[in-house]
Every structure is written in structure tokens, then in C-alpha cells.
């Protein structure tokens, strides 16, 4: 068990990096609690599997400190901070059987016999993996060889902390939906600190309590789901999470309050005196509302998704998506529009007002 | 990938089957024509049913460069395999050396193998030859030409000279394609450096291995050009093997009848030998 | 990776390039001096040897012949291997995994037993010590090879580059030429590389088929070491050059090596 602390790390894969785009993680401090379901979200290429590596050990970092229950574990290879990671793709021993398999980092450590084959019967019935124990590994489908994978991370008692990357990858679309939800319930039964990096927003906001959004080697915002969604700290959050993801449209400020085209639109948040720069008003197209009065709009689109429709107009020379149920009546042609002033925000240079560089 | 039959696609094949098939089929033709035929000249044929054939499956001449052929290529394969490996396995994976080494292995590849023979005739003779005069300088009695140790000595390090590289390239290869998740795993794990070596490692390398030992196999089995610059065959017959005897008897003694049927004998024994390995080494595997 | 690993492949590549030194630095030396007294590098330093490789005719025609059937092999069998290759890639039809490792077995053939018969039959089509003789005999070996190599890297290939193409209205000999091919760059060099590799360093059947108009180097080499008795400093000087073609074909390839001469199988 641990809780994790990462204290000013920075990254570069070059030897001398010179300008900021040479680093690939810039300056991060990350405070993980023991026991915690946690997620590491971004695009391709933000970092997060860079993190996920100085965490475990199997990256030196160029600056900063790796905490394990306040202890610096940044000198330690992985093999001595107990920790276990699945990967992409499944890593199975092919020659052995599912249970050798199961029982190598037990047997590496010394485990006597009898512990190991009670800890991996254990664990296999975790996984679901007994009927399949006598099996060469190498026959077994990919989410029974990430099983495997999961299954080894799982069977060492004193491991601290198990960190996942991308292990849906090359699962089977029909098998992931039952993967991800075995995760989570691993996790109610194994109370370790689980970190999870993804690139997908369905599986991160499923299975972690808590989620850190990456973005080009910073972290943008770190909250539970819920605060992701309804008070996106960045503009990148707001389009990253949701689907579709949120409206940015260009404001003006005047007196701290928004201003689009002349129409005064109330918002949760105050812009500060005197600001200046890229100025821009969000709002998820959840919380966009058809009124009598409002903004003027034309219907430009309207497609299917289900249990409801998207809608998408044209606003004072701004393209808009909102929702709308299946059974509500649109008009095509002009409608007007209100924004719920609880989840609509001002964004300063993409941040939040109020709250630059505030994660 | 899902093929459609097509029937039409023989007009493919046509070009590459009659190219093989006028070099493969007409000369086999002749070769199985003269093996059960008998001539005194004159262009004069008998028939004389398998009588060749039992004479040279009978014959002391074949019994011995069949051996010798057998201990020429177990002795190259015992060696250039786990050379081979060796070596690939303590290359690095990356970096602006990798170039420069498999460039420089390459190298004793593309030389035409009459000039391998050559060098190392010259290599290794006795008193102007660089190895041949340090081996006698530190005290060895060392003259292959005179010699029959020192012939087998020198006829097998040259050929592991010429051709563990092959062995290293194609293990190369396998290794390099290995991912790094893997390794990172095993070093969670906590495996053992042997323990990599013998789960993760070689279990990836079977194919790439397979092949180089296949290949080895077959081209050590056919060998001819390099001994015979060599030795030559001897001292007295003692490196000849079975290429070298087989062109002796046919281009040589132009014995028809006698090298007809050693050819076909020599065929069909490379044919099953290759099958065997094969069958042996992929057994259990997807392929 | 112990520190010291680097030490097992650097004492391999010392005791590969040993026996080429000696060669190189023989043929610097002249005849009298080699078997005079025994010396590490050429005392008196001659050009000699490759004086007389490049003046007189019956050596350097040697390199001029061995170049000259080497290349046209590499390009009938790439040509004819093409259109196989792709059948077997694309198609199933009647014979076929028979066909294939039938053409297999061909590269297995011992080169011995062929060369008596060789010699009977292109001297019975009026080929005998031409260039075509060698070129068309190599391919015995290097189709079956090119074959699979090709058939590999084109099994890389999706079908739906094939439908896309004849649905935007390409005729089949465009398509091959405009657009599979240059898909498979890299499988074509990997076969003729190998071609190429294995028609230049074969002698057995370049000599048999041989005798003065397309005369391999080797051959001539060969020569020289039992009529004049050992004109060693000459005999060097020549090995010497045979080596030059191929460590420039490597170095064209290098990429590839360091890349894990992917055959497309392995």
C-alpha cells in the first residue's frame, strides 16, 4: 500500500533540452492517496506513459522526486518498489502454463511452493482464470492473456501499487465493456492504488475515482469525474471529456461579465479587471436550453445519437451543438437559445478565469 | 488474408514454372535417364535396371564422403548456431554502432567463395601465411596441407568464418523484434537474466533460428567451391565431401552411370534430412 | 546487459576482418616477398599486382563478365518472380501449395548434381560460355528464393489496395506497375539483394558453363593458382577487387540490416 507523491518532476528524453517543447514532462507535482482508483487521461503523445514509467521505475526522471509513503524511491529499479504494470499489449510467458505464469514473480522472490500455489488459485479465481490454469499460456485469446498479465501484478501480497497502461488496447470491442467492469470490482476487492492511463474518456471516467487530464506533458485539471465534467479547469478538458465535447465560443468582457455580440450572457464565473488576451465562453451543449427568448439561432443540422438528438445551429456566426430529447419537437429555421449560467464559464487564454494555472 | 481461387492465376506462374522446370526437370530427366542406363560408348545404351543404384549405396567410396559430409556439417552447426546466438544476443540494440557491426559481419557474405578459399589457403599456410606461421611459432605442428587434423581444423574454421554471420543476422532480427514491454515485465517480475534468456528470448527467436539452421543445414550439405580451393579434397581424400566426390566422379571420370545415381541418392538423402529437421522443429508450433 | 558485452562482438568482427587483411596486404606485396620472409604489411609497397589486373584483358574481362551475368540474373529473376509471387499472395488456385514447395525444394538442390547435366544441356542449345548460360542456370536457386521473399512483403499488402484501384478504373498492368510496386519497394530490394549475393559468389556452375568468352573472375583465378604456380601477390590483388562489389551492395543496404533484414517472414 501506498500513497504516492510526485514532487517537481520535469522530463526530457534529450540529453540537453534547450527550448520547452524539448521536455517531455513539464513540472509536475501529483499527491495520490493509498488505495485510490485513479486515471491518467490525454491524447497520444501527452506524457502519460512517460509518467507511468518514472512511476514504476522503469524510467530515470531528468529532475524530481518519486515519493512512496513519503520514502524517495527515485533511485530504486522496479524490481525493489514493488510495484506491477500491465502493458498495452499482453505479456505472457508463451512456454509456460497459465499458472507458472501466475507463479513467476512469487518463485523469482522465493515464495515457498505451498504459499504460491494457494495465492495463485486464489488470484486465479479473481480473474476468472481457473478453468484455464493447466493451459500453455500462448493459447489463450488476448483478454485472457491480459488476465494473465492483470493476474501477475496482482499475486505478489506486498505489491504497492498497480499501474495499467492502456491495457484495453487490443481488446476486443464486445469484451471491454466486461473487462473494465471486472477492473472495477477487482478494485473493491483489492483496496491497492490503481493507476490507470488512457487515452479514452469512457474508460478513465468508468474506473477511477479521480482523473488527471494530460495535455503536451502538463496537467491541465485533476478531479473526480464529476467536477471534470460540470467545471472544466481548460478549454482542452471541456473538449476532451464528453461527447460531443463543449462549446468555446470567442467573448468579450465588459465589466467582468461576457458579452457576446451585444447580448449579455449570465456565467458562473467572474473575469478579473483589466484582462486581456484570447477571451472565450464555455458551455457543454447539456446545459444549452431552446427558450422564447434568448439568442437567435438557425438549425443547420440535426443528427441521431440515440436517446437523443444532436442539434447543431449557427449562432451569431458561431457554430453551437446542443441536445435535444427525442421526442421534443425543433422547429428547423430560428430558434432562440439560453445558456444555463451555473455551467456556463469564462476562459482566459484557455484556463479558467480566475483560476490560471490552477489545476 | 482471404484469396480467391482463380484459376487464371497460373499465367502468373507460368514464366517462373518454365524457367524452373527447363532447369530442373530436363536435367533431372537426363540424370535419372542415365542413372539406369549402362554405356560402353559409342553412345550405345543398356538397360541395367537399379544396378548403379546398389552400387553405390554398397560402396566404401560413398560410405566414407557420406561421413564425412555428416561430420562436417554436425561439427558447423554445433558450433555456428550457438555462436551465432551468442553473439547476437551481446550486440546492442541500438545506437550508431549497430550499423557499423552488421555491415562489417556482413561482410565475409558477399565474397565470392572462391576467394574465401583462397584466402584462407593463403591464411593459413604454413610458414607465409599469417595464421599458419603464428600457430607453428607457438609451437604447434601445424600444416593442413599435410596434415589431416590440420586440414578438418582449418576446412571448419573457415566455414564458420564464412557463415555464422548468417546465423547472427537472422537471430539479430529475431531479438531486435522482441518489445520492450516484455523486458520491462520480466524486470518487474524480478526474472533473472538466465530467466529472460529462457522464457522471453529464445522462445522468440524459434523461428528466425529455425530457418538459420535450415539454411545452414542444406548449404553445408551442398558445400563444394570452398574446400576445393582449400584442400582441394585432401591431404589424399581426407576433406573430400560429397559435392566434391560427386563432380570428381561425373565432370572428373565422367562416369555417367555411377554420378547419376549418386546424384539422385544425394537429392533424395538432403530432401529427407530437410524434411526431418523441419518436421522435428516446428512441431507444436503455429506456424 | 553486462558492461562488458561489447567485447564479444568486437573480438568476432577482429577475427573476420584477420584473414581479409592478410589477403589486402598480400596484394601490395610482390610475389618474392611473400615467399621470401615473413612479413606483417608490405614491406615494399607495389602496385604492381593491380597493374596487371587492369591492363591485361583476362583479368579485368573476369570482372566484367562475372558483373555482366550477375546483374542480368538479379533481373530475370526479380522480373519473373513478380507476377508469381503476386498469384500466390492473392490467389488460391489448383496445385498451388504443391507449386510453391516444389520451387523450394530447387533451392535445396545440391549445385554438384547439376553440374554435369548443365553442361550437357546449354551446350546442347548452342549456350554454352555465354552470360545467358549462367544467368539462366542461377535462377534454378534464386527464383524459388525471390519467390518467397516477394510472396512475404506482398501478403503485407491489404487487398483493398487491388479492389480500390480496379474500382477507380485501373487496368491491371497500371496498377502493378503504378501502384503495387512501388508498395513493395523494399521487398524487391531485399530479393535482389539476394540475387545478386548468391549469382556472384557461386563458382561450381559459373565454371562449368564457362570457358573463355563469359568467363567469371573466378575462374580465372582459379587459373592462375595451377598454371603459373601460385602468383600469390596477383592471386591477392584479385580476391582483393571481388570483394569491393559486394561491400558496396551492403553498404547500399545497410538500413535495412540495422533495421532487422526483415525478410517479411521473420
Known amino acids: 500500500m501506498a500513497r504516492i507523491s510526485l514532487v517537481g518532476l520535469k522530463h526530457s528524453y534529450l540529453a540537453h533540452p534547450a527550448a520547452p517543447d524539448d521536455w517531455a514532462l513539464k513540472e509536475l507535482n501529483l499527491e495520490w492517496q493509498d488505495g485510490g482508483a485513479y486515471a491518467l487521461l490525454g491524447p497520444s503523445g501527452c506524457g502519460k506513459t512517460t509518467l507511468l514509467n518514472i512511476i514504476s521505475g522503469l524510467l530515470q526522471p531528468s529532475h524530481g522526486e518519486v515519493l512512496f509513503d513519503g520514502r524517495d524511491v527515485t533511485p530504486l529499479p522496479p524490481e525493489k518498489r514493488q510495484i506491477a504494470q500491465v502493458f498495452q499489449f499482453p505479456v505472457v510467458y508463451d512456454t509456460m502454463t497459465v499458472f507458472d505464469n501466475l507463479a513467476f514473480p512469487l518463485r523469482n522472490r522465493g515464495v515457498p511452493e505451498t504459499e504460491v500455489r494457494t495465492r495463485v488459485q486464489q488470484i486465479a479465481e479473481m480473474t476468472e482464470l481457473s478453468a484455464t490454469l493447466k493451459k500453455r499460456a500462448s493459447g489463450l485469446s488476448a483478454d485472457g492473456k491480459q488476465k494473465i498479465s492483470l493476474g501477475r501484478g496482482l499475486v505478489r501480497e506486498d505489491v504497492n501499487a498497480i499501474l495499467f497502461d492502456e491495457p484495453l488496447t487490443v481488446i476486443d470491442p464486445h469484451l471491454k465493456f466486461q473487462l473494465r467492469s471486472k477492473l472495477k470490482e477487482l478494485h473493491h476487492r483489492v483496496p491497492k492504488t490503481m493507476i490507470y492511463v488512457t487515452h479514452d474518456q469512457t474508460e478513465a471516467l468508468t474506473f477511477a475515482d479521480k482523473v488527471v487530464v494530460m495535455n503536451m506533458g502538463q496537467v491541465v485539471q485533476q478531479g473526480t469525474p464529476e467536477e471534470l465534467f460540470l467545471t472544466p479547469h481548460h478549454t482542452f478538458v471541456g473538449h476532451f471529456i464528453g461527447s460531443p465535447g463543449m462549446n468555446v465560443l470567442p467573448c468579450e468582457i465588459d465589466n467582468g461579465n461576457a458579452v457576446l455580440k451585444g447580448h449579455r450572457i449570465a456565467t458562473a464565473n467572474k473575469a478579473p479587471a483589466g484582462i486581456s488576451g484570447i477571451l472565450e465562453l464555455g458551455v457543454r451543449p447539456e446545459f444549452i436550453h431552446i427558450s422564447d427568448t434568448g439568442l437567435p439561432a438557425t438549425v443547420t443540422g440535426l443528427s441521431d445519437a440515440g436517446r437523443f438528438r444532436i442539434a447543431q445551429v449557427n449562432c451569431l456566426g458561431q457554430t453551437l451543438k446542443f441536445l435535444v430529447s427525442e421526442d421534443h419537437p425543433i422547429a428547423t429555421g430560428e430558434v432562440h437559445l439560453t445558456f444555463d449560467p451555473t455551467h456556463t464559464h469564462i476562459y482566459h487564454n484557455g484556463w479558467l478565469a480566475g483560476q490560471e494555472g490552477l489545476a | 488474408m482471404n484469396k480467391a481461387v482463380n484459376q487464371k492465376a497460373w499465367f502468373f506462374v507460368l514464366p517462373v514454372l518454365v524457367l524452373v522446370a527447363f532447369n530442373a526437370i530436363v536435367p533431372l530427366m537426363t540424370v535419372v535417364n542415365y542413372s539406369v542406363q549402362e554405356t560402353f560408348g559409342n553412345n550405345q545404351f543398356f538397360w541395367s535396371g537399379l544396378t548403379w543404384f546398389t552400387d553405390v549405396l554398397r560402396s566404401e567410396r560413398f560410405h566414407a564422403s557420406l561421413t564425412r559430409q555428416m561430420i562436417f556439417t554436425g561439427s558447423i552447426l554445433l558450433i555456428e548456431v550457438p555462436l551465432g546466438v551468442l553473439i547476437a544476443l551481446a550486440m546492442p540494440r541500438k545506437g550508431i554502432w549497430v550499423s557499423i557491426c552488421l555491415v562489417l559481419m556482413a561482410m565475409p557474405l558477399l565474397i565470392p567463395w572462391n576467394v574465401v578459399g583462397a584466402m584462407w589457403n593463403i591464411f593459413a599456410l604454413p610458414n607465409i601465411g599469417l595464421m599458419g606461421k603464428v600457430l607453428n611459432d607457438l609451437g604447434f605442428d601445424y600444416n593442413y596441407t599435410r596434415q589431416v587434423g590440420d586440414a578438418w581444423f582449418t576446412l571448419i574454421l573457415m566455414d564458420v568464418w564464412h557463415w555464422t554471420s548468417l546465423v547472427v543476422l537472422l537471430a539479430y532480427a529475431g531479438l531486435v523484434s522482441i518489445p520492450d514491454a516484455y523486458y520491462q515485465a520480466a524486470k518487474i517480475d524480478g526474472a533473472s537474466r538466465w530467466a529472460v534468456l529462457r522464457f522471453i528470448q529464445l522462445p522468440k527467436m524459434k523461428r528466425v533460428l529455425t530457418i538459420a539452421i535450415l539454411l545452414r543445414f542444406m548449404d553445408s550439405f551442398n558445400i563444394y567451391t570452398e574446400p576445393v580451393v582449400l584442400t582441394g579434397g585432401g591431404p589424399g581424400n581426407s576433406t573430400t565431401l560429397l559435392s566434391i566426390d560427386l563432380v570428381k566422379i561425373a565432370l572428373g571420370q565422367f562416369d555417367l552411370g555411377p554420378a547419376a545415381a549418386m546424384s539422385l541418392i544425394y537429392f533424395l538423402v538432403i530432401l529427407l534430412l530437410s524434411w526431418i529437421f523441419y518436421a522435428v522443429m516446428t512441431r507444436n508450433e503455429e506456424w | ?266
Request: net charge positive.
Open chain 3, 1 to 266: 546487459m553486462k558492461r562488458t558485452s561489447w567485447l564479444v562482438p568486437t573480438i568476432y568482427i577482429l577475427f573476420l576482418m584477420l584473414p581479409i587483411y592478410w589477403l589486402i596486404s598480400m596484394s601490395f606485396k610482390t610475389t618474392n616477398e611473400i615467399l621470401g620472409n615473413f612479413t606483417l604489411w608490405p614491406q615494399h609497397f607495389t602496385l604492381a599486382n593491380y597493374r596487371t589486373i587492369f591492363t591485361d584483358p583476362t583479368w579485368y574481362m573476369g570482372y566484367v563478365n562475372s558483373i555482366s551475368y550477375v546483374t542480368l540474373n538479379t533481373v530475370i529473376s526479380v522480373t519473373v518472380a513478380l507476377p508469381a509471387a503476386y498469384a500466390f499472395s492473392r490467389y488460391r488456385f489448383l496445385g498451388d501449395k504443391h507449386l510453391f514447395f516444389w520451387l523450394l525444394t530447387n533451392r535445396m538442390a545440391p549445385a554438384a548434381v547439376f553440374a554435369l547435366p548443365f553442361f550437357q544441356l546449354y551446350s546442347a542449345i548452342g549456350l554454352f560460355d555465354t552470360y545467358l548460360a549462367v544467368a539462366l542456370a542461377h535462377t534454378l536457386f534464386n527464383v524459388p528464393l525471390a519467390v518467397w521473399i516477394l510472396e512475404g512483403f506482398m501478403s503485407g499488402v491489404p487487398r483493398q489496395l487491388d479492389e480500390t484501384a480496379y474500382v477507380d478504373g485501373y487496368s491491371f498492368p497500371r496498377f502493378f506497375t503504378r501502384i503495387f510496386i512501388p508498395n513493395i519497394k523494399a521487398g524487391i530490394g531485399v530479393a535482389a539483394f539476394f540475387c545478386f549475393m548468391f549469382s556472384w559468389v557461386e563458382l561450381l556452375l559459373a565454371k562449368t558453363l564457362t570457358s573463355v568468352a563469359a568467363k567469371p573472375i573466378a575462374a580465372t583465378m582459379t587459373k592462375t593458382a595451377s598454371s603459373s604456380g601460385y602468383e600469390l601477390g596477383l592471386l591477392a590483388a584479385a580476391g582483393t577487387l571481388t570483394i569491393i562489389p559486394g561491400a558496396i551492395v551492403i553498404y547500399f543496404v545497410r538500413n535495412y540490416i540495422a533495421k532487422g533484414f526483415a525478410l517479411g517472414r521473420v
